[in-house]
């Protein structure tokens, strides 16, 4: 064996695991650093907060320090279209709550009786039944929670002056209404 340490290499379910897990945190994290940013933007503060929000909870590589430090108006637009982002994840985030109250949880938030319930009579069916809806439900929350990841952390990296491809403004506000229209139309359901 020799005395050089090989890198460790992780299984792709371990990865993707991974990337959901910080991901998900990313995604909640949004909303308070873009309400931050918005009241520090004039002292140019936020930039460095959206750099160790990339590196330490996405775990990408660090971005090298722009030649010129952003103007107000990109930091202000950036933290706009951050809060937008942090706005459609809460509907992911939500979803995975949900996953964890009604499917994991389901025998314990709901004492019963389970006659009318999904896989009821009993509350070992209702239970069942309740956690294996949930998991693809969960699963799809956890994709978009990557997606809004992605997107932001691009928006991010314009701020570093790399180039933002045409499609992702757009393609953010595009997101924000389809998250708008999906709440209204799930707040008129109940």
């Known amino acids: 064996m020799s005395a050089t340490a090989q890198p460790i290499i992780r299984s792709r379910p371990y990865r993707l695991a991974r990337l959901a897990g910080r991901s998900l945190v990313y995604c909640a994290t949004l909303i308070p650093v873009a309400l931050l940013a918005l009241v520090t933007a004039p002292l140019g503060g936020p930039v460095a907060r959206w750099r160790s929000l990339r590196t330490r909870l996405l775990g990408l590589p660090p971005t090298a320090a722009p030649g ?3 103007g107000f108006v990109a930091v202000l637009g950036h933290a706009v279209l951050s809060l937008l982002l942090g706005a459609v994840a809460l509907l992911p985030l939500g979803v995975e709550l949900l996953m964890v109250l009604r499917g994991v949880l389901y025998g314990v938030v709901d004492s019963g009786p ?14 069942l039944a309740h956690f294996l809806v949930g998991l693809p439900l969960a699963a799809a929350g956890l994709a978009a929670l990557i997606g809004i990841a992605a997107v932001h952390q691009r928006l991010t990296a314009g701020l570093d002056g790399e180039p933002r491809p045409p499609w992702l403004i757009p393609i953010t506000l595009l997101l924000a209404l389809a998250g708008a229209l999906l709440f209204v139309a799930w707040t008129h359901q109940i």
């Open 114 to 127: 389970y006659d009318n319930s999904w896989g009821g009579p009993t509350r070992s069916g209702a239970w």
């Open 68 to 70: 010129r430090r952003p």
